[in-house]
């Protein structure tokens, strides 16, 4: 069965970095969308940005614009989130998905979805 298997969350001080990986597996990898989301303790699961298959668009939410980088490996079927000046609302459970078709925003179009990893930015 398809998994998708995040690491890279860690607590870090506001204004530092982290780039958090996911490897696929049992994936056909360069025919999926990646995405990231993002889910606050007592909030709703956010998009936070999605990369399409040849890595030529990508799609980014407001809130991390200028300071989030998604970027894949189609060889090693890997999708990264590279985050810099974090912010303590960026402090969250970060999951990484895969949706079959277009750059998409809408969680109900990724058809799966990692375990999340946990990102604290502290103060």
């Known amino acids: 069965q398809v998994q998708l298997v995040e690491s890279g969350g860690r607590l870090v001080q506001a204004g530092g970095s982290l780039r958090l990986s996911c490897v696929a597996s049992k994936l056909t990898f360069e025919f999926y969308v990646m995405g990231w989301f993002r889910q606050a303790p007592g909030k709703e699961r956010e998009f936070v940005q999605a990369?399409?298959?040849?890595?030529?668009?990508?799609d980014t939410a407001d809130s991390v614009k200028g300071r989030f980088t998604i970027s894949r490996d189609n060889v090693k079927k890997t999708v990264y989130l590279q985050m810099n000046n974090l912010k303590p609302e960026d402090t969250a459970v970060y999951y990484c998905?895969?949706?079959?078709?277009?750059?998409?925003?809408?969680?109900?179009?990724?058809?799966?979805w990692g375990q999340g990893t946990r990102v604290t930015v502290s103060t």
């Open positions: 998905a895969a949706a079959f078709g277009r750059l998409t925003r809408g969680p109900e179009d990724y058809n799966y």
């Open positions: 990369i399409n298959w040849s890595d030529e668009n990508t």
